[in-house]
């Protein structure tokens, strides 16, 4: 069982920055791939983007690319979302989640273990 905590989410103008942080309980972190959703209200939960185990590959939705950046820290058991450039349709609660797939994972039912989510609003 990995726990996921998020944290650092709040209240952002827009063109502003947050960083989300994702800490998970367990040393096999660096065995997992994480990914980040987001789910705005009255709207299906969307993909974010990705990170393989070693962080050496990402990739994002088309939605936020060029604007935020996953990183991780497998000695921190730490997975980042730093997003800049935000927009008021980037409010969302945004959650980190681990799969145990090797691949780029964009489907929320092919990550097992998900955190409880943290909340993004972005004033105009």
């Known amino acids: 069982q990995v726990q996921l905590v998020e944290s650092g989410g709040g209240l952002v103008q827009a063109g502003g920055s947050l960083r989300l942080s994702c800490a998970a309980s367990?040393?096999?972190?660096?065995?997992?791939?994480m990914g980040w959703f987001r789910q705005a209200p009255g709207k299906e939960r969307e993909f974010v983007g990705t990170i393989t185990r070693s962080g050496s590959s990402t990739n994002y939705a088309d939605s936020v690319k060029g604007r935020f950046t996953i990183s991780r820290d497998n000695n921190l058991n730490t997975v980042y979302l730093q997003m800049n450039s935000l927009k008021p349709e980037d409010t969302a609660v945004y959650y980190c989640?681990?799969?145990?797939?090797?691949?780029?994972?964009?489907?929320?039912?092919?990550?097992?273990?998900r955190g409880q989510g943290t909340q993004v609003t972005v004033s105009s």
């Open positions: 989640a681990a799969s145990p797939f090797g691949t780029v994972v964009v489907n929320w039912y092919d990550y097992i273990y």
């Open positions: 367990r040393r096999t972190f660096s065995s997992y791939t």
